[in-house]
């Protein structure tokens, strides 16, 4: 456990390494791999998978591991892209043959996300939290979500740096760019990720903790943001199933996403809503 994350900031030094609060760990770098998730009429939700850099590798082996289960399991390759909306969704074909992709219908993809979340949740040290507000305006959210990683990032005594799930500029897997299609899809990531960029560089410079400008990551190419991605989609249909009264009752939240995301309960903050903490 690391000091902030719950409660181990309140402790003095002996008590942290009685609790495992290890004071060793309060000054290390975090990763914080970022995806959002919401609609367009009740607000947006942003999750954040929090890996402290010396856990970093431990934290990729043991999603990786779950790339090889359902790749036994079902026939989806370690490189087919895990976006949650199209997973459970039933859109795309994900397996190797049209025989494995048949039989990938809607139990076998909630299956598929259980056993990832279930791979990370058991054999890796990281913890995750979601921040959600009534603002549809993403920038608005991310601007709110970055001041609760400052908040968080100043009471563990550490740095932070944001990846965010986003364009790099990069073409289609296996795409040869030409201009003038590189450049204008390196055009279109900066102009992009502008508004993100700013929520960075209006911190205070002298006291800010999360570093650097927002590191857009596309996550056909980065497989903790296709983490990040299942765990996000996952608490929003939480939130919906527990708070209707925020969501409305349009719909029904998909189980499937729930059932996988409850794997990670030992990761959420002890004072947060099933991992959410709701700013409105």
Known sequence: MWAGFPGCNLLGPANRRATGCDVRHTRGVHLCYVDDSGDSKHGVTLTGLLVEDAHWSTVLNAWLGG???????????????????KLFKGRGEYCETIKQNARFGTSSRAAAARIMLSALAKHAQFEVFTIGVSDVSKPVAYARFIAWLEDWADRADTQVMVMYDGQQGLGD?????????????????????????????ALEIGQRRVIEDVV?????????????????????????????????????????????????????????????????
């Open 216 to 280: 857009m990551q596309d996550s056909r190419y980065s497989q903790l943001i296709q983490a990040a991605d299942l765990i996000a989609y996952g608490a929003y249909q939480k939130h919906r199933q527990e708070h209707p009264d925020i969501w409305g009752s349009k719909g029904k939240p998909v189980e499937g996403a729930i059932v996988a995301y409850m794997q990670l309960a030992t990761r959420w903050a002890a004072e947060s809503d099933f991992g959410v903490h709701w700013l409105d």
């Open 173 to 201: 897997p296996g795409e040869e760019l030409t201009a003038p299609r590189d450049r204008e899809l390196w055009e279109t990531a900066l102009r992009d990720a502008a508004p993100y960029r700013e929520v960075h560089r």
């Open 67 to 85: 790339r090889r289960a359902i790749h036994r399991e079902f026939g989806v390759p370690k490189t087919a892209e895990l976006h949650a909306t």
